[in-house]
């Protein structure tokens, strides 16, 4: 499957970002979605993610309450609401695709091509 991320740019704190993370190739119903980030001079991190059917979630601690993770498999994509986005939310955010649900990086096979994501205070 190839996932290409869309949606980043500049935002103000405070302020909300929907990233997009479209996907072609295989099935993309038969993959877990997960977004990571990694800001400048930092390792990835996980940030959420949504098993093949979209029935559950999962967040890192540092977004919970202000980032939702969902997808619509008939329009094959993945999104990523961003709400009250905080200047240490800037990174580059990442989708990737995995045959099952995980917070580790090397558990993803597919990776998207990354979009920046800028939060002035």
């Known amino acids: 499957v190839q996932l290409q991320a869309s949606g980043g740019g500049l935002v103000q704190a405070g302020g909300s970002l929907r990233l997009s993370c479209a996907a072609s190739?295989?099935?993309?119903?038969?993959?877990?979605l997960g977004w990571f980030r990694q800001a400048p001079g930092k390792e990835r991190e996980f940030v959420a993610g949504?098993?093949?059917?979209?029935?559950?979630?999962y967040y890192a601690d540092s977004v919970k309450g202000r980032i939702t993770i969902y997808r619509d498999n008939v329009k094959n994509t993945g999104y990523l609401q961003m709400n009250n986005l905080k200047p240490e939310d800037t990174a580059v955010y990442y989708c990737?695709?995995?045959?099952?649900?995980?917070?580790?990086?090397?558990?993803?096979?597919?990776w998207g091509q990354g979009t920046l994501v800028t939060v002035s205070s």
């Open positions: 190739g295989r099935a993309f119903r038969d993959y877990a």
């Open positions: 990737a695709a995995s045959s099952s649900i995980s917070r580790l990086a090397g558990e993803y096979d597919y």
């Open positions: 949504v098993v093949r059917s979209g029935t559950s979630t």
